[in-house]
């Protein structure tokens, strides 16, 4: 139990193109999301987190209008990378915690490439 | 705010043998929760095992264990008996207060030699 499903896994989009990020929650409720970003070799940085019905909260030196993140359901939170340039490839994973768990569940990951 | 600092960037380990990962930790807060993931080249975030700072016990997950020194402010993985599918990155994450973000530490590449 307690699985998020992250689509898409890799993505290769051109600069100044938008992608569409998804990660649903499928066997429970999601309230607050958070979307985390991966450089290779290098830790999760948390970007911003999503409460179900109102506004992301975005880290400090993130963009929120260039990071868009929709928290519509209790089960489904999107991140959308606009205009995304080659400095935004990266790796995005979301996660989430189950309710009466401890272990934060993570997506299988995203990796954007932009060229 | 919390920080996290894994010192060892790398570290390998015969197959069977065991293995510490080292964790230590900085916050003020009196409650809060500490977690270790594996990470393998695929990406996805395995959650491995979980202590709360209140907990007594040092926590246990099958092949996993984390020695809890709460004074030293330290919570290491310990990996019995390595097998050569435990190779990958392992982050320690804190969290505070509960139910909030994890802040990872620079995590550790394991490989297990055969």
């Known amino acids: 139990g307690a699985v998020v499903s992250q689509h898409p896994s890799w993505v290769i989009c051109k600069s100044g193109t938008s992608v569409k990020i998804e990660c649903r929650s499928l066997?429970?409720?999601?309230?607050?999301m958070f979307w985390y970003r991966q450089f290779p070799k290098q830790s999760l940085m948390l970007m911003a987190t999503?409460?179900?019905?109102?506004?992301?909260?975005?880290e400090q030196g993130v963009e929120k209008d260039k990071f868009l993140i929709n928290h519509a359901s209790l089960t489904l939170s999107t991140l959308t990378v606009t205009s995304a340039h080659p400095e935004d490839s990266s790796f995005y994973i979301c996660?989430?915690?189950?309710?009466?768990?401890?272990?934060?569940?993570f997506g299988s990951g995203t990796r954007l490439t932009v060229v | 705010a919390q920080k996290i600092t894994q010192t060892q960037p790398g570290m390998f380990v015969q197959e069977k043998e065991a293995v510490t990962l080292d964790c230590t930790y900085d916050?003020?807060?009196?409650?809060?929760?500490l977690f270790w993931y594996k990470q393998p080249s695929s990406g996805e975030m395995i959650f491995l095992i979980y202590?709360?700072?209140?907990?007594?016990q040092n926590a246990t997950e099958g092949r996993y264990s984390l020695n809890f020194q709460k004074a030293r402010k330290s919570a290491n993985l310990v990996i019995s008996a390595s097998q050569l599918g435990d190779s990958a990155m392992y982050f320690c994450?804190?969290?505070?207060?509960?139910?909030?973000?994890?802040?990872f530490g620079e995590g550790t590449q394991l490989t297990v030699n055969p």
């Open positions: 996660s989430a915690l189950p309710t009466g768990k401890y272990g934060y569940t």
């Open positions: 066997d429970f409720q999601a309230t607050t």
């Open positions: 999503s409460n179900e019905g109102s506004k992301a909260t975005y």
């Open positions: 916050t003020s807060d009196p409650s809060y929760g």
């Open positions: 202590q709360g700072s209140y907990d007594q």
């Open positions: 994450a804190i969290q505070r207060p509960s139910g909030s973000r994890l802040t």
